[in-house]
């Protein structure tokens, strides 16, 4: 059985380190960019969860190092976020892919890195943006619910796809459909209301699915 001193896990944007010991006991560490896996793995460390990751304000966690370290007998876990990316390119090589976003990225459903890259606090590392996974989400749930309808959902979506990943906000959607017509003014503010109070959180879902993935691991 593993203990705590041998399980670590790269997270803080998608899911709060606090949050994340909650479920799982486990040493956790700031979102993974390059060296870091290599780093863990001179540490000791068997089991490592990769959840949030640097995209590009960093060199980003290479292929090549995950791949070194699972040779070296580490067990890599991946989802969510970096670890759903790096999941759905490596699975063949034995990384282990969890949740709906690295499904999504292994079967084609998408394929940019922007669809999971958020903004976040430097010191914290907690986002400042909305991913458009979950927008794309959230968007669908609010056609569902009669907010808006098929055409207006396909022309927002690919409203908040064409914005930097870095400026990508509910407020911000909504104003910019409304400015360009695409929906009035009275349907943004309802928009709005139905995403700030309704949002489809799948990369925390996925967080949370990387850490009772490795839990049942140890158990």
Known sequence: MNTKSEILVFAGTSISHEDSAQILDATYWPPISRGDIEKAASKGYKIIGIIDGIFFSRAAAAHKEIIKVMKQGVTV??????????????????MEGVGTIYEWYRDEV????????????????????????????????????????????RLITQLAKNTHYTERSYFGISRTAEKEGIISGKKAESLLQFCKENECDIKREDAILVLEKIKKMIE
């Not at 991946?78 to 034995?94: F, K, N, P, T, V």
């Open 110 to 153: 998408i394929e940019d890195d922007d669809e999971v890259a958020v903004a976040t606090n430097p010191d914290t590392f907690e986002p400042v943006s909305s991913p458009m996974v979950n927008i794309r989400e959230t968007l669908k749930a609010s056609r569902d619910a009669g907010i808006i309808d098929d055409d207006e959902c």
């Open 77 to 94: 876990v991946g989802g969510c976020s970096m670890g759903a990316l790096r999941a759905s390119e490596l699975d063949i090589h034995g």
